[in-house]
């Protein structure tokens, strides 16, 4: 069964800090890894996609890398701002339709 | 192209009643996923249809829930007799054909049993 785990679970930083956010998983039998954004009381939002093929994924201050043999992938966002303050959300597809998602971390930009 | 279309976003049912979600994919997908989020847990994987057929239910529970993605209209996620341990925020994604794509999320109701 895949077991995905983020650390953090909290993360607090001033406005323009770099953050750093990182998802390991139990199986590296996967399809691809998606990152998603969810803010309080609303829906997921994709922020990137990677496909097992890939090792990075690049959106403006969003990057992604994926090491699946290690069963890792971290996200960072450059020169973080107050609106980036919502909980990230990591989820691995181990077969070609389920997604299995971390609990997420939950991040606070200070301004 | 509108998104994934989630009605209601909020449902607030009696133990006992009924509940009934619904979900529009986005134009062109025809695979549909429902996900269920309980307070302080992550989103776990109930069932996933494609037009008018189930093809995996192993995250649903095995009584009071049922879903469906008929020809036409929306998908539904009917819970039947509704406890307070149903309260949560259920979410639908959906995605075009194949193994390796996006999946999209709507917005979610939230189901609030009282």
């Known amino acids: 069964k895949q077991e995905v785990t983020q650390i953090p679970a909290a993360l607090s930083v001033p406005e323009g800090e770099n953050l750093v956010l990182n998802c390991s998983f139990t199986?590296?039998?996967?399809?691809?890894l998606q990152w998603f954004r969810q803010d309080p009381g609303k829906g997921l939002t994709s922020l990137l996609l990677?496909?097992?093929?890939?090792r990075e994924q690049t959106s403006g201050r969003l990057n992604a890398s994926l090491d699946k043999s290690s069963g890792r992938s971290t996200l960072y966002i450059a020169a973080s701002q107050p609106g980036d303050s919502a909980t990230y959300l990591c989820?691995?597809?181990?077969?070609?339709?389920?997604?299995?998602f971390g609990a997420g971390t939950t991040v606070t930009v200070r301004a | 192209n509108a998104g994934v279309m989630q009605n209601p976003r909020h449902l607030v049912r009696r133990r006992g009643q009924e509940a009934r979600l619904r979900c529009s994919p986005m134009?062109?997908?025809?695979?549909v996923y429902w996900y269920r989020q309980l307070p302080e847990e992550g989103l776990k994987f109930m069932v996933y249809?494609?037009?008018?057929?189930?093809?995996?239910e192993s995250g649903m529970p095995k009584e009071r829930f049922s879903a469906e993605f008929p020809k036409e209209g929306p998908s539904i996620l009917r819970i039947q007799q509704v406890v307070r341990g149903d309260s949560a925020a259920y979410f639908c994604?959906?995605?075009?054909?194949?193994?390796?794509?996006?999946?999209?999320f709507g917005q979610g109701t939230r189901l609030t049993v009282v």
């Open positions: 249809l494609q037009k008018e057929n189930i093809i995996d």
């Open positions: 994604a959906s995605s075009p054909k194949g193994p390796n794509t996006e999946a999209f």
């Open positions: 989820a691995v597809r181990p077969d070609d339709y389920k997604l299995s």
């Open positions: 199986d590296s039998a996967i399809y691809n």
């Open positions: 134009k062109g997908h025809s695979h």
């Open positions: 990677i496909q097992s093929s890939q």
